[in-house]
Each structure stands twice: as C-alpha cells, then as structure tokens.
C-alpha cells in the first residue's frame, strides 16, 4: 500500500539553525500539507500547497517557514532559523483529492 | 472558526468491552468529518471519513462512527475493544478552500486485559 514518508525520523538541532524536513507524498497526488503537533498538544495546520504554491497557511506559518517541492517526488519545509518553541512532531501529509488525507509517520525536531 | 471538542481526554475500557469516543464540531455548514488513529511514535492514521449520504460510516478496524447534525457530533464507536486498539484517537473537521483539517485535543485509550 503506499505510503507518505519523512525523513529524518529525528532531527537534533541548535537555535538560529535552519532545517529542511523532507516528505515524498503519496505519487499520485496532488496536495500537500504540513502540520506540527507540541508534545501534549493537538496537531495542528500549518499549511497546505497545491499547483507548485501554498493555497492555505496558518498563522504559525509566518516568514521563518517555506515549503517547496523542489522535484516530482520530493516536498520539503525549511525553517528559517529555529526557535525552541518549533521543538515539535512535524507531520507531512498528501491527498490526491478535496480533504482524505494520507499522513506520514512525523518528524520529530528538537532545538537545542 | 470551526472547532473540534473531545470532551475525553482518557478513556479505560477492558478488552472486549464496547467503545463510544465523542467528537464535537462547531461550524456552520455541515463539514467533512474523520476520526484518526495514533500508536505511539507513529503517524496518523485515517480511520474513517464522512462526506456526506449515509450518516453511518464504517471504517477500518472494526470501528464505526455516527455523524448527527442535530448534535453537531460524530462519535466513534466499536462493538468490541481489543488490546491493540489502545492508542490516541483524533476527530478532525476538513473547512477551508486549502483543505487543512481542524484537530480535536485527542483522546486517549486505555485496553484493560
């Protein structure tokens, strides 16, 4: 069956840094998204992008965040320079029509 | 802005025991509705989804889930817990032209054997 995939599963990292978190979606779809969930918190939206451009981003997804799908399988985020508080689960998620969407298995960012 | 209510932070049943998890919603129009699953460390898993049609909707692992417009709710239910099903379980609404999905708190499950 397939399947969404992130890599890293960890990712260790010193405040000020920038990151890039990679996801390949599910191949034949067309949307994609990134939530984050805090320890003890819900998931939460952070943006989703359609057409070669985000259609939806939230207030957390301020100027520190970018997302790119840089070929035709890959979609990253790019944290610009971390802050302790982005110390959370980021998910990656794909749908290849309005809203069922597909989840990968997260990764976990920790800024030191 | 919608929002979703899981009103059961933890809930502890004994293995073959029956399951009602609730889910509330608050938005105008009737939204898309799902129920997710997550074992700890792994991802999110989609367990069911309503879209519209049949207000009954059955899922994978035996779970089935109820929506009712007149409660704005969409419980989770299964007839028969078993130990595995013990994980996190989310109720998600889909608004939005972007399609992102609003998040409850999640509930957490608790099997007794």
């Known amino acids: 069956e397939p399947e969404v995939t992130q890599t890293p599963s960890h990712q260790v990292t010193q405040m000020g840094q920038e990151v890039i978190l990679r996801c390949v979606p599910i191949?034949?779809?067309?949307?994609f998204y990134w939530y984050r969930q805090i320890l003890g918190q819900k998931v939460e939206f952070l943006v989703s992008f359609y057409n070669n451009e985000i259609s939806e981003k939230s207030e957390i997804f301020d100027d520190q965040f970018s997302v790119e799908r840089p070929d035709g399988s890959n979609f990253t985020l790019k944290i610009r320079s971390t802050k302790l508080e982005d110390s959370a689960m980021y998910f990656c998620?794909?749908?290849?029509?309005?809203?069922?969407?597909?989840f990968g298995p997260g990764t976990r960012l920790t800024v030191t | 802005a919608q929002s979703v209510t899981q009103p059961d932070i933890h809930i502890t049943v004994s293995e073959g025991a029956s399951l009602e998890l609730r889910c509330n919603y608050s938005y105008g129009a009737t939204p898309y509705l799902f129920w997710y699953v997550q074992s700890p460390g792994q991802g999110l898993q989609l367990l069911l989804k309503y879209f519209s049609g049949d207000t009954l909707v059955q899922g994978i692992k035996g779970f089935e889930a109820e929506f009712k417009r007149s409660q704005s709710s969409f419980n989770l239910r299964k007839p028969s817990v078993h130990w595995s099903d013990a994980a996190e379980y989310f109720c998600?609404?889909?608004?939005?032209?972007?399609?992102?999905?609003?998040f409850g708190t999640g509930t957490q499950l608790k099997v007794e054997l």
């Open positions: 998600a609404v889909g608004v939005g032209g972007g399609n992102k999905l609003t």
């Open positions: 998620a794909s749908s290849e029509s309005t809203y069922e969407q597909y």
């Open positions: 191949s034949n779809h067309l949307y």
